[in-house]
């Protein structure tokens, strides 16, 4: 049996729930071998992160190198990149190795709070790797941070959007998870289609890691070569099951159901 593969480009989280690890227990609950490329090792729960540790710029290098010579990639997903200098790395290796269906996930705050990008590293993610990606996915604050203003409204989020795609995304998932309104509202925006996707918002502390398994999710169903429209209904049907039936692991913000994917028919 063969199965697609695909890539995740980012951070380590020490308690399973967020980054490589959230990415490669999605993937493959999805059917699809997931390889990677470590940018920072961080040392957290779900209580917080406790420390970080950047790779060097090289080893990076050499991770991508190593996986695209010899695995067929059908997909590429970006998570945390610290700092321009890696965003640089990793985009010139994502052009060099021609890395199809790249899905950025623009990772800047972990649950809890720490930074995970520096600020001055946003405008290497504007020009370098948002012009490469099939789609985009960032929540509320991340979309403030990429387009320099604030989106209070639901149409200053469709504005924000569309904005992404004219930077150069070919389309974006702006997430509403951080509003406040009664459902969580994602707007999807492509050449194509645009329009919301929603679904009740859950009350609960346990949603450590969404982001990068709603990336995850994507990356793995575009390796699965699901259209898109579909792709981004499928992983956002994945997370919201995943977090209405989180384990309540930890004692802070604890993470979703991984497992949940195998019940999902694609």
């Known amino acids: 049996m063969t199965h697609p593969q695909a890539l995740t480009i980012a951070g380590s989280d020490s308690g399973g729930g967020a980054g490589i690890q959230a990415d490669i227990k999605t993937m493959q609950e999805f059917g699809v071998f997931g390889t990677t490329a470590i940018t920072a090792v961080t040392a957290q729960n779900t209580l917080g992160v406790r420390a970080v540790q950047v790779m060097p710029l090289s080893l990076i290098a050499a991770q991508i190198d190593a996986v695209a ?5 059908s997909a590429v997903k970006t998570g945390m990149l610290a700092d321009s200098d890696i965003i640089a790395c990793v985009a010139e290796k994502i052009k060099q190795h021609r890395l199809p269906g790249l899905v950025i996930d623009p990772v800047m705050v972990a649950k809890g709070g720490t930074p995970l990008l520096q600020e001055s590293a946003l405008d290497s993610l504007r ?10 996915t960032p929540n509320i604050p991340e979309a403030e941070a990429l387009v320099g203003y604030p989106l209070q409204s639901r149409e200053r989020r469709v ?7 004219r930077m150069g995304a070919f389309s974006v998932v702006l997430k509403g998870g951080h509003c406040e309104e009664d459902d969580a509202a994602d707007f999807f925006c492509s050449p ?17 890691g ?13 390796a699965r070569g699901l259209p898109l429209p579909k ?16 384990p309540q692991y930890g004692q802070g913000h604890g993470p979703i ?9 694609v």
Not at 159 to 165: H, N, P, Q, S, Y
Not at 211 to 221: E, P, V
Not at 231 to 246: E, S, W
Not at 257 to 265: C, K, Q, S, Y
Request: glycine share 4%; net charge positive.
């Open 192 to 208: 194509q289609d645009e329009g919301w996707l929603t679904s009740p918002r859950i009350q609960t502390p346990h949603t450590h």
């Open 159 to 165: 504005k924000a959007a569309r904005e992404l795609c």
């Open 69 to 73: 010579m010899d695995f067929t990639l």
């Open 210 to 222: 969404t982001g990068c398994s709603f990336s995850a999710a994507l990356c793995a169903l575009l």
């Open 231 to 246: 792709c981004v209904t499928q992983a956002k049907y994945f997370v919201h099951q995943a977090i209405l039936t989180a």
């Open 257 to 265: 159901n991984h497992f949940t994917g195998r019940n999902i028919a």
């Open 127 to 136: 020009r370098l790797l948002l012009p490469q990606a099939c789609v985009i």
